[in-house]
């Protein structure tokens, strides 16, 4: 049946229900209100016509209540309009909450213990045919998701995502607000300066040829803050990057900021484990173990082949180069990759000799090919097994006649083999050896459920490097940002031209392997700031245009200070066991930066572009 217009209703609909009071969600009643009476108002969800009797599904945002139209019940011709009732008209009903006959009792359902018998409704509006079940919505594309975000957003999992998302934020002020943090509110329309990714620009109409560029942070400003004297300041603030699109990333996104004075690395990392408990226990009911463990960069990578390592589960990575260097290996692709200081690393995967055929593990094989896309040449392997001929020193593998038993020997106890383990190898620069590693145990973890879900598993990973060279460039660049304070002992290394291993006071929080934010001690001397755009390659003048403002704040007594910003989406996204942040921003954008239900971004008119003093390049249609 076709859409029924909202007109056609208001002849039979008994009038003034539209204007009586909702008395309670749909999601709320229970056994205890039965024999109550009740108005409802939502969505009919579904509608299950048996003849005598229509059972609709009344929804709103907090869940839903079978609502049961009766003809002994009501009006004769009332009762009749319900017949062409349809999914997602929008309905008030009146009626009384009884208990529902035994065996119809629904499990799965708050209110599944109990119904409302209704004695009138009215149709506040009618739909149009959906263009997908929102019950059913499996196979159906995220464009078109998208396209329906109206529709999508009405889904039970959208819904979850979104309150979950509102209650995240209330237990972050909450927590906030009783720690002494003030909440103040940074320019959205600021200057042009460089922090990492190309700014989104907005034109000025009043200053022609001038523009503003959206806050990628509120880095600059928060400092400000500090030197003002305003020790605790927070933000849930919008920020705005033009970069490349993954799962976890948009043009504009939520962050949790913060900024403190006078503080350690410790006591940013204790105000951030405070937030992210409350959160945990406000929103989910789940009480967090802090404080977070603690990795330097170093270990991590060695350990995990990552700087933001999943700790759910083993396979942990450890360096063989001091084992191999003592002789008795007379492979030529390890002893090659020695000789120009790379490094040979090794997981072992307990029971991974039954896990993975030979076949599986050949160079054209999956896990190979998960290591070259990584940078490696390829990956060796041994499986574990009692010494043997076959597998002297307990390794069987097709290079084991390359080492000596004795080596064989020395490889498996620094690894722990056991009968029926398997060892992986990648030999190549440390660098390169640890990203190839650290994907190859992601992998291993995927394959073979290893992942340990009950729990979530976050981390500190500490002492950063402060300066990272680029080849590409030949420049030194900050691995953080340009205002990261180095520990105190390493500046007059960096005075000195001393660039290498100089260490930052920098540290980021990692969750299930998804980095959560960064977060430093910043540099509140002048001089040293200075020295650091030396460094850098920021020429004082520079420096003056794009950071003038700060520079100057920092002449007039700024006191120690660092902070923080959690990525607000991506730990909402974690929560809600979700793969890409579009699942938990109620109005995401593409992989192409499209919102494809309002048609942003969109052309201008003419008259809009000559207020601004701009005109369009030609480009080519091909």
């Known amino acids: 049946m076709g859409e029924t217009p909202v007109s056609h209703w208001k002849g039979f609909i008994v009038a003034g229900l539209k204007d009586a009071s909702r008395t309670c969600y749909c999601g709320e009643p229970r056994s205890s209100d039965v024999g109550k009476s009740v108005v409802l108002k939502g969505w009919a969800h579904n509608r299950r016509d048996h003849g005598g009797l229509i059972f609709i599904d009344l929804r709103d945002r907090t869940g839903l209540c079978q609502v049961v139209l009766n003809p002994s019940t009501m009006d004769p011709e009332h009762f009749e309009q319900a017949h062409a009732l349809r999914s997602e008209y929008v309905l008030a009903v009146r009626g009384q909450v009884a208990p529902r006959l035994e065996g119809t009792v629904n499990p799965n359902l708050a209110t599944g213990e109990i119904e409302v018998n209704v004695s009138e409704f009215e149709v506040l509006n009618t739909s149009r045919p959906v263009p997908f079940r929102l019950d059913e919505y499996g196979n159906v594309t995220e464009e078109v ?10 889904r039970a999992e959208m819904q979850r995502n979104v309150v979950l998302r509102a209650q995240a934020m209330r237990a972050a002020r909450e927590y906030l607000d009783r720690a002494g943090f003030l909440e103040i509110d940074t320019p959205i329309l600021n200057k042009s300066t460089p922090e990492g990714a190309r700014d989104m620009l907005v034109p000025s109409r009043l200053n022609p040829g001038t523009f503003y560029a959206l806050p990628q942070s509120p880095q600059l400003f928060k400092q400000i803050l500090m030197v003002a004297g305003y020790d605790k300041y927070y933000q849930i603030a919008k920020c705005f990057r033009d970069e490349d699109f993954r799962a976890d990333r948009q043009l504009e996104f939520t962050q949790i900021d913060l900024e403190m004075s006078f503080v350690r690395p410790e006591d940013v990392q204790t105000a951030v484990e405070g937030i992210i408990a409350n959160i945990y226990r406000m929103t989910l009911g789940v009480e967090l173990e802090t404080p977070f463990e603690r990795i330097s960069h170093a270990d991590a990578a060695l350990r995990y082949g990552s700087d933001k390592p999943d700790l759910r589960f083993g396979l942990e990575i450890q360096d063989l180069t001091p084992l191999l260097r003592e002789g008795g290996c007379s492979f030529k692709v390890f002893n090659s990759i020695l000789d ?22 050949k160079p054209e094989g999956d896990l190979n090919k998960v290591a070259r896309a990584n940078g490696a040449g390829g990956m060796a392997w041994f499986r574990v097994e009692e010494p043997s001929d076959e597998a002297p020193g307990g390794l069987a593998s097709n290079i ?21 383990d398997l060892i992986l190898f990648v030999a190549d620069k440390p660098a390169v050896a640890a990203a190839a590693l650290g994907q190859l145990r992601l992998r291993v973890a995927r394959d073979n459920d290893l992942i340990d879900t009950s729990r979530p598993r976050f981390c500190w990973v500490t002492d ?16 953080h940002h340009p205002f990261t304070m180095m520990v105190d002992e390493d500046v007059e290394r960096v005075r000195a031209g001393q660039f290498e ?77 979700e793969k890409s942040i579009r699942d938990v921003i109620p109005f995401p ?34």
């Open 501 to 577: 291993d100089i260490r930052s006071m920098s540290y980021d929080l990692v969750l299930d392997g998804v980095e959560l934010g960064s977060g430093s001690i910043r540099i509140h001397r002048q001089d040293i700031q200075a020295l650091v755009f030396k460094t850098l390659g920021i020429a004082d003048e520079q420096a003056r245009i794009k950071f003038g403002f700060l520079l100057d704040a920092l002449q007039y007594g700024a006191p120690p200070h660092g902070g923080f910003a959690i990525g607000f989406d991506r730990l909402i996204m974690l929560m809600a066991g």
């Open 400 to 420: 084991a006649k390359f080492f000596t038993p004795e080596l064989l020997a020395g490889m498996r106890e620094t690894m722990q083999g056991e009968p029926g």
């Open 589 to 622: 954008k593409t992989q192409t930066g499209a919102c494809l239900m309002s048609s942003a971004p969109s052309p201008v008119t003419p008259e809009q572009l000559d207020e601004v003093g701009l005109e369009l390049a030609e480009t080519d249609e091909k």
């Open 464 to 479: 950063f490097p402060y300066f990272a060279y680029n080849d590409k460039e030949k420049c030194w660049e900050p691995e």
């Open 145 to 154: 998701r998208l396209r329906y975000r109206f529709l999508d957003l009405r």
């Open 340 to 361: 120009s200081g790379g490094a040979v690393r090794a997981f072992r995967v307990p029971g991974g000799g039954r896990m993975y055929s030979t076949t599986q593990l």
